[in-house]
C-alpha cells in the first residue's frame, strides 16, 4: 500500500500563485518512487474529478490539461520522493479540491490522497 499526502493548498486572489506538494510513501523497501506515474486532479463542488497534470515514471514525460496549460507545471524529485504542481495566474475556475495520485508502473494500482483545497477569490 502506498500513501499518498498532498499539502500546500489554500486562498488564493485571482492572478496568484500556489504550490502543492505530494509526497508518496510505502512502508517495505518495494517501493521504486522514480517509476510511478504521479498525477494531479481536481474536483469542483458538483462535477467529476478531472485530471490536471501527469508525469509519467522513469522517463518523466509531462502531460496538462487544455485548461492549464501554460500556467501550470509539474515536476518531481525522485529522492523526496514527492512531486509538487506550480500553479500561476490562477482564476477562479480553478477553485477545487486537488488530489494526487501515485499509479504503479503496471498500471495495476492507483493509489489517492485525500485532497488539499484551493480557493481563488478576491
Known amino acids: 500500500q502506498v500513501q499518498v499526502v498532498e499539502s500546500g493548498g489554500g486562498s488564493v486572489q485571482p492572478g496568484g500563485s500556489l504550490r502543492l506538494s505530494c509526497a508518496a510513501s510505502r512502508r517495505d523497501s518495494r517501493f521504486t518512487f522514480s517509476l510511478y506515474n504521479m498525477s494531479w486532479y481536481c474536483q469542483s463542488s458538483g462535477k467529476e474529478r478531472e485530471l490536471v497534470a501527469k508525469i509519467s515514471g522513469a522517463v518523466n514525460l509531462k502531460h496538462y490539461s487544455d485548461s492549464v496549460k501554460g500556467r501550470f507545471t509539474i515536476s518531481r524529485d525522485n529522492r523526496q520522493n514527492s512531486v509538487v504542481l506550480q500553479m500561476n495566474s490562477r482564476n477562479p475556475e480553478d477553485t477545487a479540491v486537488y488530489y494526487c495520485?501515485?499509479?504503479?508502473?503496471?498500471?495495476?494500482?492507483?493509489?489517492w490522497g485525500k485532497g488539499t483545497k484551493v480557493t481563488v477569490s478576491s
Open positions: 495520485q501515485a499509479g504503479s508502473p503496471s498500471g495495476s494500482e492507483q493509489y
